[in-house]
């Protein structure tokens, strides 16, 4: 019994980690954001259709944001937390990007603001995923906008 609960443990924090971001850079669904932004046919951006993950809300951190304020919200141990979010402080040139199911954080990412830039503030327990398709306003080539639809 408590070699299975060992390694279901294990388990629980491999895909915790392999569900956050990758090398400290953007994540995958930043470059999806970046992509949409930059075509210059797309209007919206569905954060729903970017994800492989289940999910219901969603919350930005803002630049500057420290390791331990995002630990507190997400409800990681400390042990727990450096696993999961793996710098410091959000760097200026980005956000970073948790997403939740119910109780349970399902994924974790940095996002560029160069692929865009969230426009609106959310609802203290996140932004809900029926309400997180977003239009593109493209200001200038370097300054994208995406505000709720």
């Known amino acids: 019994m408590h070699r299975l609960c060992a390694t279901l443990g294990l388990c629980l924090c491999l895909a915790l980690i392999a ?4 090398a400290n850079g953007p994540g ?6 970046g992509d949409l932004v930059r075509d210059p046919a797309a209007k919206e951006v569905d954060l729903g259709k970017l994800t492989s993950f289940s999910w219901d809300r969603f919350v930005v951190f803002k630049a500057g944001t420290k390791h331990e304020e995002i630990c507190d ?3 990681a141990g400390r042990n727990t937390c450096g696993r999961i979010v793996r710098y ?3 760097p200026q040139d980005c956000v970073a990007l948790a997403f939740g199911l119910g109780s349970q954080l399902t994924h974790t990412e940095l996002h560029a603001l ?3 830039r969230f426009d609106f503030t959310p609802p203290p327990g996140g932004q809900p995923r029926a309400a997180s398709v977003f239009r593109i306003r493209r200001e200038t080539a370097d300054r994208i906008w995406l505000e709720p639809k």
Do not use: L
């Open 19 to 22: 569900c956050s971001e990758a």
């Open 28 to 33: 995958m669904i930043s470059q999806r954001i």
């Open 73 to 75: 919200f997400i409800g």
């Open 88 to 90: 410091t402080v959000v």
């Open 114 to 116: 160069a692929n865009g």
